[in-house]
């Protein structure tokens, strides 16, 4: 069972030129890999260009019998672990995640690249910017799905870090895209999902971020607030699943919130049981965001193209990165398509205010 879209009303206007982005548009970052998926980018402004920040994943090349993947090691070097697609102890039914002797690994090995563009529909990869990979024991399987955060002159690029020993969130600041300032996990697994606010509220830093529990709770997302935007604590849970809706399974925050009259409003991603994401908004207090004024309580962006509907993983749009225009009004949201494209689509802030429905 699929869900139905039926009684929904998509208000996203894509941009004509999607997908933006594919993977062949990218050289793999090393030979013996190819590049699988483009997904989720980042999205900031800096030298009069959009910049994307994308995550880039990658694999060597498969074979018939065989399934191959990448690991980083704790010194920084790639190791490439192959298995029997016919080993009793392999479990490959998902084509992001397998299971072997009772370990998970990723399929891919993602980094981020940072790419350009004078239009925001043409990117290209300047020289002279380094690729941000996976450091360290907590990195070893890559660094994912970054947003990215100006706030007082300097850029916050929170990101997946991803290892065998969990899913958690990294930081990385900059002032100039070259050199980085590296702060290590600031929320530990299993976390995801971080986007900081570009203004403090009343002298702190906040951000909103997603824990996720097994058993008890859920994958709801969460607000925090910070001295110094790398040590959190006051974590609030304001956002939680809703059985019956689109949003059933999992909910999670996309980029920084945006600045209204009306309230901080932020674009987020749910999935129902059946993995199939979509994108909504909440609306929360400007002085006290921990308090959620409204949601819509259907997507205004559900997968419908071709490029949405099927991929390395279909059924899927999910944001991390957007454009406010000078109008004030129009904002273009760069989004990760099926998680293998990158495209973009403008959304009106007004019309997205007007579906909120109040809590």
């Not at 990215?148 to 990101?159: I, K, N, P, S």
């Not at 951000?207 to 001295?227: K, Q």
Request: with cysteine.
């Amino acid at each position: 069972m699929n869900l139905s879209y039926e009684i929904m009303k998509d208000i996203a206007n894509r941009f004509i030129e999607n997908p933006l982005l594919s993977p062949s548009d990218i050289p793999p970052s090393r030979d013996g890999l190819e590049i699988t998926c483009l997904l989720n980018p980042g999205v900031f402004q800096f030298q009069n260009k959009i910049w994307l920040a994308v995550r880039v994943a990658e694999r060597p090349k498969q074979t018939e019998n065989t399934i191959s993947f990448p690991i980083l090691t704790q010194n920084g070097t790639i190791q490439i672990i192959e298995i029997a697609k016919d080993d009793p102890e392999l479990i490959a039914t998902d084509a992001r995640v397998i299971n072997y002797k009772g370990t998970d690994y990723l399929t891919t090995l993602s980094h981020i690249r940072l790419l350009c563009s004078e239009n925001g529909k043409q990117f290209y990869e300047p020289k002279d910017y380094p690729h941000l990979v996976g450091e360290g024991i907590l990195e070893t399987f890559g660094i994912e799905d970054c947003r990215v955060t100006l706030l007082e002159g300097r850029y916050y690029l929170t990101f997946t870090a991803v290892s065998d020993n969990g899913v958690g969130v990294g930081l990385r600041t900059t002032t100039d895209w070259k050199i980085f300032e590296k702060h290590g996990m600031i929320l530990p697994a299993h976390n995801k999902d971080c986007a900081i606010f570009e203004e403090k509220i009343n002298g702190l830093f906040y951000a909103l971020h997603r824990p996720s529990s097994v058993d008890i709770g859920g994958n709801y997302i969460w607000i925090a607030s910070s001295p110094d935007g790398v040590h959190w604590g006051n974590h609030k849970c304001i956002v939680k699943t809703r059985t019956g809706f689109w949003d059933s399974k999992r909910v999670g925050a996309g980029a920084a919130p945006i600045k209204t009259e009306k309230g901080w409003l932020e674009i987020y991603h749910g999935a129902n049981e059946y993995h199939q994401y979509c994108l909504g908004a909440f609306l929360m207090d400007l002085e006290n965001p921990a308090k959620v004024i409204s949601r819509t309580e259907t997507p205004i962006m559900f997968p419908k193209t071709n490029y949405e509907l099927s991929g390395f993983f279909g059924n899927v749009v999910f944001t991390n990165g957007h454009v406010l225009e000078p109008d004030g009004d129009t904002l273009t949201v760069y989004y990760g398509a099926s998680d293998e494209f990158v495209c973009a689509a403008h959304f009106s802030i007004k019309e997205i205010l007007s579906l909120l429905i109040g809590i």
